[in-house]
């Protein structure tokens, strides 16, 4: 009867190498995707130290397959055209907030103008040169206030 290597026994290799075919293959799922010993260490969901001092070899096989695959991984292997769209639904969104942005500018000022005297109300948390201080509502103010 013949045992199985100790890549299949320990769990630490395990992950190292589903990890390692997940990467190769372009369908990440806890890394970005990157083709690093670092991103490798994330993507297996172990320290780092496990690849560069427990399981040297394994860091060295997935080095080199990834230099034998020679190609960008599919996830970064996006076409132009695939990140247009993004682009252009950004432009229109940005628009959008602009135009709102000048409405809600112009509201303001209409509700700003008006009532006050000279015709003009300031929204302003700071008070004016020689006016009277500004109160909160229900708040003396401290010359106001007797000891």
Do not use: Y
């Not at 045992?3 to 799922?29: C, F, H, S, W, Y």
């Not at 015709?119 to 040169?129: F, K, L, Q, T, V």
């Amino acid at each position: 009867m013949t045992r199985p290597n100790q890549a299949e026994q320990d769990p630490v290799r395990r992950k190292i190498l589903a990890a390692m075919d997940r990467l190769l293959d372009g369908t990440p799922l806890r890394s970005t995707g990157r083709m690093s010993v670092s991103q490798l260490a994330v993507e297996a969901g172990l320290e780092r130290w496990h690849l560069t001092h427990q399981n040297v070899d394994l860091k060295e096989l997935f080095q080199a397959r990834v230099k034998a695959a020679d190609s960008t991984p599919a996830v970064f292997a996006r076409e132009p055209s695939e990140l247009e769209e993004p682009k252009k639904t950004q432009a229109q969104q940005l628009v959008h907030c602009t135009e709102l942005e000048e409405r809600l500018a112009l509201r303001i000022g209409d509700q700003c103008s008006g009532a006050g005297e000279g015709g003009r109300r300031h929204w302003s948390a700071r008070p004016e040169p020689g006016g009277p201080a500004p109160q909160t509502a229900g708040i003396p103010s401290r010359s106001a206030m007797t000891w």
